[in-house]
């Protein structure tokens, strides 16, 4: 039997790098008395140093009494030898992601701390099963994975293996909610919540770039300025390196066995094989010695013009800039042909529609309320593209001009983060409410990806990834049995089995 979370005093935290040392921090400002171990002192004296200047940095800022801060200092001791853990009622370790070596430590521990005592792991993405199988009481282990910074990351994934006890697994979550994180419950499966739900943003830009259908900072634009992340996914694989993002990546894959919604690119693989992993080199999808691009400025709207268009499907998409001078009228043979596809590029909606594709442009208006159109037309181009572009600058919009793809930049992402959530729910990676947490707590993103399906409308978003696997032929885009069934039946995508 382990420990239950009221018995819980003091803890161990094993290894003193970054995450291990913000662990231990909210641990002692917590009320906890905290034993931080790594096998090098020297580390460990670095790490207590910092934690003690960020206790400052709290106490300055008036989060923290001078007196509690420097009881959390009292309640924080460092030892390189693990006997010291002897007394813990549970272990966090933090230590390099290698099965082999976690496993190693957890056999190790189960000799020097009690039978009651909880293993937690930090794991991002090794298996707890896994790390579990070399100890012989395997119901204690448990996975408890921070985020990085983890005094400022609010969200903490427990993940439990096939034999972890429910006891422990509650004890973890009460013991995050006392550090004042919220705790999500998450299959134990590659990735978990958070790394396998953010493959899609990273993926799939990714796929259309190798398309040739935008350039890295376009799409980084456009994902800001009409989806309304705070980074493009060239600028956050930068960031997080190609080290880190590209085997996180191929992990995941591999463990789904091959799923196609998962896979990355070529391109992706050549980046993290050339070296150029990021901001960390200075060369990434971006040269760091150069200056980096900056936001255009969405232009004010001019004097007021009309634009006469045929609209020939889906004329209330344009609904939005019918008080911007938009106004559809009967074909003269020579006005510009509007459409609006959903997951379908121009080139099929000109062939299925029997249009000109001369006079065809396609617009997406998903970011029209963010200042921001994308447009595309067919191979060969547009007689009437420079018109429509310049008529919707002057109407106040800022215009990205991309090549023929289906589903745009923006509607193709977005419906592909809303798809594979609607996977993990199906699956069974975490509950609809825990999915929505993670995805905005963990990733930060604009949007709970059930909720802003609903909001799309389900339906829609269906009809997107049905008409991206159409035209494109591939299974990357086989819709999710979740938003199946909930579009067709009208329900709420958070809506639980």
Same mark, same amino acid.
């Given at each position: 039997?382990?420990?239950?979370f009221?018995?819980i005093?003091?803890?161990g ?21 905290v034993?931080?171990?790594d ?6 004296e ?24 420097e ?24 230590i ?18 009690s ?7 930090n ?28 005094p ?15 006891s ?24 978990f @919540? ?20 935008a ?36 992990? @995941? ?7 196609r ?6 391109g992706h ?19 760091y ?42 074909d003269?043979?020579a006005?510009? @042909? $509007? ?6 590029? +121009? ?26 159109v ?10 009437? $593209?420079?018109?429509?572009?310049r ?7 800022h215009?990205?001009?991309?090549k ?16 594979? +959530? +609607? ?21 930060n993103?604009?949007?709970n ?7 799309i409308?389900?339906e ?13 032929g591939s ?15 009208? $329900? ?5 089995d």
């Amino acid at each position: 039997m382990a420990y239950a979370f009221e018995d819980i005093r003091k803890v161990g935290v094993i290894g003193a790098g970054i995450m291990g040392a913000g662990i231990a921090q909210v641990l002692a400002t917590s009320g906890f008395e905290v034993v931080l171990n790594d096998m090098s002192a020297e580390a460990i004296e670095k790490a207590r140093a910092g934690i003690d200047a960020r206790i400052d940095r709290l106490t300055e800022k008036g989060r923290l009494q001078p007196e509690q801060a420097e009881a959390a200092k009292a309640r924080l001791s460092g030892s390189s030898e693990l006997s010291a853990l002897s007394d813990v009622q549970l272990v966090v370790e933090a230590i390099v992601e290698r099965l082999d070596v976690k496993q190693g430590l957890f056999s190790e521990l189960e000799k020097i701390v009690s039978p009651e005592t909880i293993l937690a792991s930090n794991t991002s993405s090794l298996s707890i099963a896994s790390i579990a199988k070399a100890c012989d009481r395997r119901g204690r282990v448990v996975g408890m994975h921070f985020f990085n910074p983890v005094p400022l990351m609010k969200l903490v994934e427990v993940i439990g293996g096939a034999a972890t006890d429910r006891s422990v697994i509650d004890t973890t979550r009460a013991l995050a909610e006392a550090m004042g994180k919220v705790p999500v419950l998450a299959k134990d499966g590659p990735g978990f @919540i958070v790394n396998l739900g953010g493959r899609a943003y990273y993926t799939e830009a990714l796929h259309i770039h190798g398309e040739g259908v935008a350039d890295p900072a376009q799409i980084d634009r456009i994902m800001k300025m009409a989806a309304g992340f705070r980074m493009g996914p060239f600028e956050l694989m930068d960031l997080t390196g190609m080290d880190v993002n590209y085997p996180v990546s191929t992990l @995941i894959f591999e463990g789904y066995k091959h799923d196609r919604r998962l896979a990355t690119t070529a391109g992706h693989a050549y980046m993290f094989e050339a070296g150029l992993l990021g901001r960390k080199v200075g060369q990434g999808f971006y040269d760091y010695d150069q200056d980096l691009p900056k936001l255009p400025s969405v232009p004010e709207e001019s004097a007021r013009t009309e634009l006469s268009v045929v609209l020939p499907e889906r004329a209330t998409d344009f609904a939005a800039l019918t008080d911007r001078g938009l106004s559809a009228a009967a074909d003269d043979g020579a006005m510009p @042909i $509007l459409v609006s596809p959903l997951g379908e590029d +121009c080139s099929s909606m000109v062939a299925r529609l029997g249009l000109d594709r001369r006079r065809t442009v396609a617009v997406d208006l998903s970011g029209v309320q963010m200042g921001l159109v994308t447009v595309m037309t067919a191979p060969g181009g547009s007689d009437v $593209l420079e018109d429509v572009t310049r008529w919707l600058t002057q109407a106040g919009l800022h215009v990205e001009v991309i090549k023929d793809s289906p589903g745009f930049v923006a509607p193709r992402i977005v419906s592909m983060i809303v798809n594979l +959530c +609607c996977e993990m729910a199906q699956i069974g990676v975490g509950s609809p409410a825990d999915l929505g947490k993670a995805m905005t707590l963990g990733l930060n993103y604009p949007f709970n990806p059930l909720d802003h399906g609903d909001a799309i409308g389900a339906e829609r978003v269906l009809a997107t990834m049905q008409e991206l696997q159409e035209t494109t032929g591939s299974e990357r885009y086989r819709p999710s049995l979740w938003l199946k069934r909930r579009a067709r039946l009208d $329900l709420s995508l958070s809506a639980p089995d």
